[in-house]
């Protein structure tokens, strides 16, 4: 209990000023602790960003469907989970635009195989969608999208005013998607 009221003292800060301008003394009184007793849960302040990000991605793995037998159903389904994740997460997804640097280098390696994964299945059901397409324009489809859909953590608030925003996104995403069936010089 007092790990998580640390965990999410760190997201409002690190989300509110920064990691670097919050100091260790200021997590443990907005979590309710002696800025000391956090060491009793975590090593350090980076630690603590590396377990943030680390959660992160064990929620949107979790949003992530079991393969079926309909590519694109599958491809909608990533495309919600994403957009259900930038929208919910977005806390978070704002700290790791900013702060991934901030993670120590072991932690960091982490973060970027688990983010590999995510991206490998989402060319894994792509190269089902679109099997004529090469693996590199998948990929290159893959990150667009994904980053299309992570940017909603950023909009302003009136853009975010919209009745069905994540099934607005997901019409978005797989909008752009179906511009993966053909190209100009096709």
């Known amino acids: 209990m007092r790990t998580r009221k640390i965990l999410d003292a760190a997201t ?34 980076d630690e603590i960003l590396s377990t943030l990000f680390d959660e992160a991605m064990d929620r949107l793995l979790l949003l992530v469907p079991v393969p079926t037998d309909d590519p694109f159903h599958d491809l909608e389904a990533l495309v919600r989970a994403q957009a259900e994740f930038s929208l919910t997460d977005s806390a978070l997804v704002s700290i790791y635009a900013r702060e991934d640097r901030s993670l120590a280098s072991d932690a960091r390696r982490r ?76």
Not at 25 to 39: F, K, N, Q
Not at 138 to 167: E, M, N, Q
């Open 12 to 45: 409002r800060l690190f989300y509110e000023r920064g990691f670097d301008a919050v100091g260790v003394d200021e997590l443990g009184e907005a979590a309710g602790v002696s800025g000391p007793a956090i060491y009793r849960h975590f090593a350090g302040k």
């Open 111 to 186: 973060l970027a195989r688990r983010q590999r994964q995510h991206v490998d299945r989402w060319v894994e059901v792509l190269s089902r969608c679109y099997p004529d397409r090469a693996t590199s324009e998948l990929v290159t489809a893959a990150f667009a999208t994904i980053g299309l859909l992570l940017s909603a953590a950023y909009w302003p608030r009136d853009a975010r005013k919209v009745d069905d925003l994540p099934g607005l996104l997901v019409s978005i995403g797989l909008g752009a998607l179906a511009g993966t069936r053909h190209r100009p010089d096709d």
